[in-house]
T-cell receptor, first 114, second 110 residues
Framework: KAGVTQTPRYLIKTRGQQVTLSCSPISGHRSVSWYQQTPGQGLQFLFEYFSETQRNKGNFPGRFSGRQFSNSRSEMNVSTLELGDSALYLC?????????????FGPGTRLLVL | TQLLEQSPQFLSIQEGENLTVYCNSSSVFSSLQWYRQEPGEGPVLLVTVVTGGEVKKLKRLTFQFGDARKDSSLHITAAQPGDTGLYLCAGAYRDDKIIFGKGTRLHILP
């Protein structure tokens, strides 16, 4: 099976712009979670989608939003970018959150905000 | 606040030495995962432990889940430069919330 894929791998944006990141889960996985990783804060949970519904949400401002499509692919959007949004954004998939916590991560999207 | 503390934060040792890193919490987990992450890449799953007292081995890596399911350890025997990376533990609660530790950055010197 192919692993979790994320596009793009790298992005450079300027403050105030918006960005959309994409994640394709492992085939058959219906849950996708998004994380922000920075050197100082580590991995921080953004949100999880399962069967097109947001299931859990972390403590991030409303500028961070996401959605999931019927094929389980997910997108994350960040509006009005700030310098502090520079980070590695990771998505992780698992078959069904009700059946186990083990997640599989994609390679991440490195976002740099100038 | 639910916390998962990893120690040490940084570890630099010579090739061939043994080491242990720890993952501790005051909360009980339904399961715990260990991942290794290399720079610029996503975390790669190493193991999932579920039962208190469980021990799993992956070549030179030995993972143990505490009897009370509040802590875990990762022991590496005869470390090699390829073991270099960030080791993350993640604990899952019964309500399905998952939290990550901040990781142990391991550097193996050749």
């Amino acid at each position: 099976k192919a692993g979790v894929t994320q596009t793009p791998r790298y992005l450079i944006k300027t403050r105030g712009q918006q960005v959309t990141l994409s994640c394709s889960p492992i085939s058959g996985h219906r849950s996708v979670s998004w994380y922000q990783q920075t050197p100082g804060q580590g991995l921080q949970f953004l949100f999880e989608y399962f069967s097109e519904t947001q299931r859990n949400k972390g403590n991030f401002p409303g500028r961070f939003s996401g959605r999931q499509f019927s094929n389980s692919r997910s997108e994350m959007n960040v509006s009005t970018l700030e310098l502090g949004d520079s980070a590695l954004y990771l998505c992780a998939s698992r078959p069904d959150p009700r059946r186990g916590a083990t997640q599989y991560f994609g390679p991440g999207t490195r976002l740099l905000v100038l | 606040t639910q916390l998962l503390e990893q120690s040490p934060q940084f570890l630099s040792i010579q090739e061939g030495e043994n080491l242990t890193v720890y993952c501790n919490s005051s909360s009980v987990f339904s399961s715990l995962q260990w991942y290794r992450q290399e720079p610029g890449e996503g975390p790669v799953l190493l193991v999932t432990v579920v039962t208190g007292g469980e021990v799993k081995k992956l070549k030179r890596l030995t993972f143990q889940f505490g009897d009370a399911r509040k802590d875990s350890s990762l022991h590496i025997t005869a470390a090699q430069p390829g073991d270099t990376g960030l080791y993350l533990c993640a604990g899952a609660y019964r309500d399905d919330k998952i939290i990550f530790g901040k990781g142990t950055r391991l550097h193996i010197l050749p």
